[in-house]
């Protein structure tokens, strides 16, 4: 697999008003992420809130531009390619399928506009066009003319499934795609993603807080804390052999309805991830029940090797990840 | 006390919530029922609309208006609360039975600090002065995990985190020693790590201070945790309900069966495969609502589902609401 999209050193600050009286300070939302997307791949990037995921998220479509860093869409800077060039390719769904669509406009017409707005086809075609796409997500013609207030949660996320996609993209960045859903619902969503991977040939980057369905669904995973990556793996290595701890705290706080099992102490004590006043050294340094002198003051290297990708001290190249344990 | 009422704190018998909207009335909860003892856990699980979070708040009578309730009995540790008027149910309220809703910042007040939230039910409640009321808040803190108690109670919601917020909503819940608790999502909104920090303490201090505790929920997976029995609700009704391993291990109503089906559970389901679904849509429950209510979703439905279904009770503890009298 080669990479589609790249991401390097990709940084993104914004300015926070403290107060009245009290100035700004800046916000390292994401903070230096090198990143690979592979074509073909579903890359799960998981994390708690405020760990950036949305900002990579954003900046992956084009939406954000970054402070500082690069992301190339098959070598070619995406500045360079421009918005509309972008949104051919590299299509978002969103979580809240209640305000991603607008309230005025039919079915038919949320999933044709970018159609129209790349002026393809005449208006018959690109209804044509629309309601195949919306067949395709499992919504019969006759919810072409309805509104989206006519329409259920799982039924609205259809739609802006029809709308990523109607312009044929490689990749679909789905931000939280199932977290405002019923469980039932959301098992319908995940069956028609990965139906329509498969058909369409499709690149997704997958964002969610929830671990479970991202290993349902993900081929490989990136875990982000206060934004940075600090693991990356393929699905089932990292599920079975988490190096970071958060990581492991992460897995290990997933409830998976086994009765029997008890609630999973993370060990994490009381510290909560601030992302405007982020620790010194090693972000999650505070939290960590494993923590070494260094981690206070030393940002670990993100290294690379044959498993994956790992920030962490206990995983250095000068200490023997078996010794560390 | 209650001992004499073999322990049971809450007995909510044909509870039925009924809002009245333009379309007609909304039956949102319709003649349910079950017990909650000292020191036990129930979980009540079911998707939105289900009408869990009305059950709460019926028996806290805490209906928002255009919602009305009726119940055969709602026995508070065998104080009969649908016959009690509003003066004692607010001298209820609070002190020996507590809520903790699922927004901690929409629950707490924005305006006044975290100190004078905890202590104003205390005092009320319990007559007493600001001094001792203060000690009992900071106790309570420290309780809940919270370091450096005194501190924290001249800090406003604000300033604190979603999961310290959480945690100063349970210290206040638990401010004045309650015989039943009831959580609405304590964890929803909170970050995984901090959710499974939050319900170990909840079923610590549920287990060491012998609460009644009905949690609500969309999460099987907190169920399966915390829960001692569970009640599955479906279109306003207790569909299923049982001890948790029983639920679990042998769900017997098809909405059960299909509502775990849909998780995707690791070494369970196939990564990447096909997870289970139920089809079709929530029925409206404004009007008459007869027969099973989901019979229209149902893989077993036949003609017969036109009518209610009986109720079946299995030696375990298990009951269903189901024409099938074995697991579906």
Redesign the interface.
């Known amino acids: 697999m080669t990479a589609l999209i790249e991401a390097r050193a990709l940084t993104r600050s914004f300015a926070v008003s403290q107060g009245l009286f009290k100035g700004k300070r800046t916000l390292h939302a994401v903070n230096g992420i090198s990143l690979d997307i592979r074509r073909g791949e579903v890359l799960g990037i998981v994390g708690?809130?405020g760990c950036g995921k949305s900002t990579l998220a954003r900046m992956l479509l084009g939406l954000l531009p970054p402070s500082a860093g690069a992301i190339t869409l098959e070598g070619e800077d995406i500045r360079a390619l421009g918005r509309k060039a972008m949104a051919r390719r590299v299509q978002p769904v969103f979580q809240d399928p209640y305000s991603s669509l607008n309230p005025r406009r039919s079915i038919a017409s949320i999933v044709a506009l970018p159609l129209e707005v790349h002026g393809i086809g005449t208006a018959a075609e690109r209804r044509r066009t629309a309601v195949d796409m919306l067949d395709k997500v499992g919504l019969p013609q006759r919810f072409a003319d309805r509104y989206p207030r006519e329409l259920?949660g799982g039924q609205r996320q259809r739609v802006a499934i029809a709308r990523a996609l109607v312009m044929k993209p490689e990749v679909v960045v789905c931000d939280e795609p199932t977290s405002a859903l019923?469980?039932?619902v959301?098992?319908?969503i995940?069956?028609l993603l990965?139906d329509l991977r498969r058909e369409l040939n499709l690149t997704y980057v997958f964002i969610s807080?929830n671990?479970?369905?991202v290993?349902?669904?993900a081929?490989r995973v990136a875990v982000m804390y206060l934004g940075r990556v600090v693991e990356l793996a393929e699905?089932?290595a990292l599920?079975s052999a988490p190096r970071h701890p958060y990581t492991k705290?992460?897995l290990?706080?997933?409830?998976?309805?086994?009765?029997?099992?008890?609630?999973?102490?993370?060990g994490?004590g009381?510290a909560?991830p601030?992302p405007l006043h982020p620790p010194s050294g090693c972000p999650f340094h505070p939290r960590c029940p494993e923590r070494l002198p260094q981690c206070a003051s030393v940002v670990p290297p993100f290294l690379r090797d044959g498993r994956g990708a790992v920030s962490c001290h206990l995983h250095g190249p000068a200490m023997d990840p078996a010794a560390a344990h | 006390m209650s001992s004499l009422q073999n322990d049971v704190i809450l007995a909510v018998d044909g509870l039925s919530v009924d809002i009245a909207t333009q379309r007609g009335t909304l039956h949102a909860v319709r003649d349910i029922s079950f017990e909650v003892k000292r020191g036990e856990t129930l979980c009540l699980v079911g998707e939105s609309g289900c009408g869990k979070s009305m059950t709460s708040l019926a028996i806290m009578d805490l209906l928002p208006k255009g919602a009305t309730r009726r119940a055969r009995r709602l026995a508070f540790a065998g104080e009969d609360l649908s016959r009690a008027g509003a003066r004692r149910i607010n001298a209820l309220r609070g002190d020996r039975m507590a809520m903790i809703f699922q927004e901690p910042m929409t629950a707490l007040n924005p305006a006044y600090t975290i100190g004078n939230q905890l202590v104003e039910a205390y005092r009320l409640h319990r007559k007493a002065s600001e001094a001792e009321a203060r000690e009992r808040a900071v106790h309570l803190l420290g309780k809940v995990g919270i370091a450096s108690a005194g501190e924290r109670l001249g800090q406003y919601p604000h300033q604190l985190s979603g999961g310290l917020r959480q945690r100063v909503m349970i210290a206040m819940a638990l401010m004045c020693g309650p015989d039943l608790l009831i959580a609405d999502e304590p964890t929803t909104a909170l970050d995984v790590t901090i959710q499974a920090q939050i319900l170990r303490l909840l079923a610590d201090l549920q287990r060491e201070l012998g609460i009644a505790m009905v949690l609500i929920t969309h999460d099987l997976g907190v169920v399966a945790r915390i829960a001692d029995r569970v009640a599955v609700m479906y279109a306003g009704q207790i569909v299923e309900e049982g001890p948790t391993a029983a639920l679990f291990g042998n769900p017997r109503h098809p909405y059960t069966r299909g509502l775990i089906d849909c998780i995707p559970v690791p070494g369970r389901t196939q990564p990447g495969g096909k997870l289970g679904v139920i089809p079709g849509v929530v029925p409206s429950l404004v009007g008459d609502v007869r027969g099973c209510s989901f019979r229209d979703r149902c893989a077993f439905a036949r003609e017969a589902c036109a009518a209610a279904p009986p109720v079946h009770r299995a030696p375990d503890g298990q009951s269903w609401r189901c024409i099938l009298e074995n697991a579906a």
């Open positions: 708690e809130s259920s019923d469980v039932s959301q098992s319908q995940l069956n990965m807080h671990l479970a369905v290993e349902h669904i081929t699905t089932a599920f705290a992460l290990a706080s997933v409830l998976t309805p086994e009765p029997g099992q008890g609630i999973p102490e993370t994490l009381l909560f601030d």
